[in-house]
């Protein structure tokens, strides 16, 4: 099946090289990632995406809970890492749901990297899809998120 729902496209440029974008996108997520966006019933600790292909991408929670969010399905650091984001239109993590994280980290120069994230396979969520789309183009989703990893960056 072809899919008919666009995917999301956000991308911020960050004033470190690649291999320091790539790392603090992977190894650092907790320093960045706002703190509301996660599906479990208590704050969160840490975000950890273990790093090699095959690697889970989760987050441990105060109360020492953990929830899924994806695996890892390319890792190659410096420039690109491709996760699944198997969190359905419920907001709970589906083993036999996936769409897909891309991320790029491509040079601007000697200290700069532009970032680029393409979250696609949105007909995924069937019925829900548009509505999801829509979601994730929203200012408090990619967008503040990739905002919120910048200014990290930039600080």
Known sequence: MIGTTEAVRREVVVDVP???AFELFTAEMTSWWPAKHHIGSAPIAEIV????????????????????TGVVTAWEPPSRLVVTWQIAADWKFHDDFVTTVEVTFQPEGDDRTRVRLEHRDLDAFGADAAAMRETFEGPEAWNGTLQAYAAVANA
Do not use: K, Q, V
Not at 52 to 68: N, V
């Open 49 to 68: 995406i273990e790093p090699r292909t095959g690697g889970r991408w989760f987050t441990r929670h105060e109360d020492g809970t953990e929830t899924s």
């Open 18 to 20: 690649p291999a320091r």
